[in-house]
Each structure stands twice: as C-alpha cells, then as structure tokens.
C-alpha cells in the first residue's frame, strides 16, 4: 500500500515538488539562520557542514519511506554507460594540473561532505522532483527541477556569500541540473549522477588551476555550460520513446 507521500507525488506532484523544495530552504535557511544564534562560536563552514548533513539525512529518511525503487526504477542498473564518460571527464577537469592537498584530514573531511551534497542534491532534485515531474512530460521536468535547483542556492547568501555570485551561481547550477538530469534519464540510474556531482565539486575544490591560473567561478562555469551542453545533446537524441518513464503507481516502491 503506498504511503501518503507517495501518492501526494504520484497524484498531486506540483504539490510534492513545490512541498519538497520549501522543505530543502526551511532545513538550508533555518540551519543558516538558527546554529549560529544558538551558537555564537560555531563557524560557517560547521554551519554548512551540519545543515547539509541534515538534508542528506531527511533526504535518505524520505526516500525510505517511498520507496527507493521510485528513484530507481531499474534496481540502479546502468544503461548506455558509455554515456558517463565525458561527464566524468567535465567533471574532472579542474584537476587536469593535479590536485592540490594541503591537509589530509581536511581533504578526507571535504571529500566525504561533497559525497553527502552529491547524494542529497540529486537525491532531492533528480530523484524526488524530476521523477515526480516526468509524467507532465520530460522537458517541462527537466527543465523545472533544474530551475528549482538553481534557485534553491540563492540561499547561500545567509552564508555570507555576494548576492552577485550567488545569482551568477544560480544560473550555472540550473545549468548542471539539466546535465544531470539527462545522465539520470538516459543511464536509468540516479547514483552515478551523485558521484558525478560529488567528483566535480571536490575537483573544483582542489584544483591546481583554480584559483592559482583561472578563476573559480570561471572554470566553474566552464564546467557547468558543457554539462549543459551535452545533456541537451542527450535530450535532444533520446529515443521517441524515453528509456526511463516514470514507472506506473502500482509499480512504485
């Protein structure tokens, strides 16, 4: 029998998607806002760290009770897995002049909090709101949960973040948000997009390049237009009938 969030996102997924995305900013503001009222001494990067813990908790919590075979309906089977090199290759391309490692805990520590906001990220927006989406059509879901993706990181400003980078970085997320979501559609599995996330966050991370030779938000957004790119390349050569439809309600789960 399914639960009742599972029906609210098979029967009303705006619903669902515009519920879930309030959720992500109430757990992402009120982390923001609320630790370091509670904790004058706590720093920013504590602050991020817990509040993406949480998400990725709440996020792992939610899935559970749905069902996880919702997010993969294929058992996490991996189609056409040619289709992830060049991403992977995007991905790491911040390291093309090696990787920069200052303190082995810290890198171990980083490394393991990008794993959890790749798994949150797209978790959330390629797994709950673009599955949720697909039956209203593929490119209206691809196109509104990257959106929503992107939007949700205007709230890095409560993190001190310059609003003018912040919008810049709003542009450029939803731009790998459609990436992502045509690896999810055309591989059928949602976890190889979350290492992918997660492989291009650490890259920037530790590049050499950046921001030794070309600034971060640069090759950020290099990374990001061919992610954007080849995903509308994917989109664009999906088979008439897509490889991954979001399974039928009494499938789920």
Known sequence: MHSAIKRLMLERPMIFTAAITIGWLAIGLGSGLLLP?????????????????????????????????????????????????????????????????????SFAFLVFMELVVGFSEELVFRGFILRALLPGGTTRAVLVS?????????????????LVVTLFQVVGVCAFGIGMAAIVLRTGALWPAMLIHALSNSALRFSYITPRWLPTPLMSAIVMTLMLLYGAVLLWRRPRTPAVQAAPAERLG
């Open 37 to 105: 009222w509670a904790l004058p001494s706590i720093d920013v990067g504590a602050v991020r760290a817990l509040g993406q813990i949480a998400l990725a908790l709440l996020a792992a919590a939610l899935a559970v009770r749905i069902g996880w075979r919702s997010f993969e309906p294929a058992g996490g089977q991996v189609r056409n897995a040619g289709l992830l090199a060049l991403p992977v290759l995007f991905a790491a391309l911040p390291l093309a002049a090696g990787l920069r490692i200052e303190s082995w805990g």
């Open 146 to 162: 990257a959106a929503l993706f992107g939007l949700v990181h205007l709230a890095n400003v409560v993190y001190g973040a310059s």
